[in-house]
């Protein structure tokens, strides 16, 4: 029987695999060779005339480099934000603000295709996704706030809502223009000024930003856009004429980040790593919910803050969800991030993957057991098999900290009270699932569960109106809807 059922699967599976290939035109977009700091609405080459590369993960190909700035580029972009925001931005009305962040959005949908482009080929995530997620979520982001912008008395109403200034924003590389959108939007429309800085492995599609900021007439230095490593971003965080710090990416750097700010009257949001739970119940539907736990786990390879990393499934269901799951795996196609069949591409970066490796070996030295589906890998670049370890305990390292790739532990539960017990049992708190066809369960989790957002009978679902943001070690202030206004201004 179970041979019949392996022969079947494997002879889909084989048919998945030998899928013409249908690669993505790389022409369709342009990527300079080189690109300097966006500052006061000009390219400017850096100071020190220092510039770094960007690689694609696909394949190990240099695509270009960007400057590398110093304290004094960030000085001279939190400058031009400054003096935008005096002489410009803030006297601007509202009406007018909302325009130019309408223009941004309309030109990030006409120019959909090329940012989709550079955002698979700089950070490795599959085309269809960069495609049908990222791009037009971005778009999105700065068509909801473009809304709220000339209606902040009706989003506070008798409040006086007054912007902070200039805000310093930084960004990580896991969805880099999406972030970018993230922080941008709502900062211009209770209208602050910005200088933005991507994550150094990503930061093509920023650039590709700010030659659509520039396009679209922005007042020079309401947004400025500066390339570099770790030090530009602590440069920027310790700019004393910086009002505001909202800050995308590791729990570590997080903390140095508000070590850095405690002093000051900077106003800080952070949203930091994850560790999610997914919890299935025996009466969820059990199809739908191994799509759930694919998409919380192998969406964008496991880059994800939010990725439902740990999957905790009620022990009458244990061995036909890992069995589902194990065969949906199997016809998950890992490989080039161009071809529009693949669902899993690149690691973003080397010292990413040692890290994802790292915690396999892990995973196999506590004995747990571990699955991978069989797929070939292309012969260059970084890329990883979906991976799942099975009967995990609790305490393991694996279960506890953020891996950051597309690696899922499995642990069982009987009751409610433990699997609420055992979601809560982590230090961080950003995101959570519940599948089960009872609306009372869903309740009782959703009030339990310390999670900034929990899905049900879903996962990773975004949208601009929705707040996103976490507890614990996952970070505080919310991104999004009228929660991602109020982390930009003052009454
Ligand atoms: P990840 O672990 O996801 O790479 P990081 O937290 O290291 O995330 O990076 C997220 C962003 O923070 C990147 O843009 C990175 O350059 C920046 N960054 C790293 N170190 C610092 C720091 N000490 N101060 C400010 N920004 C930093």
């Known amino acids: 029987m179970a041979r019949t059922r392996n022969n079947t699967l494997k002879l889909k599976f084989d048919s998945a ?3 013409s290939p249908a690669p993505e035109s790389k022409g369709a977009a342009k990527i300079k060779p080189r690109y300097d700091l966006f500052i006061n609405g000009k390219f400017e080459k850096p100071s020190n ?3 770094f590369s960007t690689t694609n993960p696909a394949t190990g190909e240099k695509l270009s480099e960007v400057a590398d700035a ?5 000085d001279k972009a939190v400058k031009a934000a400054r003096v935008a925001y005096e002489k410009v931005w803030k006297k601007m009305p ?6 130019y962040v309408y223009r941004i959005a309309r030109m990030v949908q006409e120019r959909a295709r090329e940012l989709a482009i550079v955002e698979t080929m700089d950070g490795g995530k599959p085309i269809r996704e960069s495609r049908d997620f990222d791009i037009p979520t971005a778009a999105n982001h700065f068509f909801y706030y473009a809304g709220w912008a000339d209606k902040l008395e009706y989003a506070f109403p008798n409040r006086n809502a007054k912007p902070l200034g200039v805000a310093g924003q930084i960004i990580p590389w896991n969805f880099p223009l999406l972030m970018a959108a993230w922080k941008i939007a709502p900062a211009l429309a209770t209208g602050n000024t910005v200088v933005l800085k991507p994550a150094e492995t990503t930061p093509l599609t920023a650039m590709h930003l700010a030659e659509i900021i520039q396009e679209a007439d922005l007042p020079p230095g309401v947004v400025n856009i500066i390339t570099g490593a770790g030090a530009t971003g602590a440069a920027l965080v310790k700019h004393p004429d910086v009002n ?7 729990t570590d750097v997080g903390k140095i980040i508000q070590r850095s700010v405690a002093d000051t009257n900077k106003k800080i949001t952070l949203e930091l790593g994850g560790k999610a739970p997914n919890i299935i119940f025996d009466d969820a539907p059990i199809d739908q919910a191994v799509e759930g736990i694919v998409n919380g786990i192998f969406f964008n390879q496991g880059h994800v803050c939010c990725a439902g990393s740990r999957l905790y499934v009620q022990e009458s269901v244990m061995d036909e969800v890992v069995r589902k799951l194990k065969d949906r795996m199997d ?3 890992v490989g080039d991030p161009m071809d529009k069949n693949t669902d899993i591409g690149a690691i973003n ?6 890290k ?16 991978q589906s069989n797929c070939s890998l292309p012969g260059r670049g970084l890329f990883l098999r979906p991976t799942i370890f099975t009967h995990v305990a609790q305490s393991s390292r694996i279960a506890q900290e953020e891996i950051f790739g597309p690696v899922l532990t499995i642990q069982t539960f009987r009751t409610d009270d433990e699997v609420i017990q055992k979601a809560n049992n982590n230090p961080y708190g950003l995101s959570a699932g519940v599948w089960t066809d009872k609306g009372s369960k869903i309740f009782n989790l959703t009030t339990k569960l310390r999670a900034g957002v929990v899905w049900a009978n879903t996962f990773n679902k975004f949208d601009p109106t929705s707040p996103f943001g976490g507890y614990k070690e996952s970070g505080y202030g919310r991104e999004g809807g009228l929660h991602g206004l109020s982390a930009y201004i003052s009454f």
């Open 17 to 19: 695999r030998k899928l």
């Open 349 to 354: 970066s080397k010292q990413q993957l040692d």
């Open 94 to 99: 509202a009406t007018e603000r909302a325009k």
């Open 70 to 74: 110093n304290a004094s580029d960030v």
């Open 49 to 51: 005339k220092k510039y």
């Open 356 to 371: 994802i490796n790292e915690y396999i070996k892990i995973g196999i030295n506590e004995g747990y057991d571990m699955y």
């Open 331 to 333: 016809t998950l196609i």
């Open 244 to 250: 505001k710090i909202a800050f995308t990416g590791s």
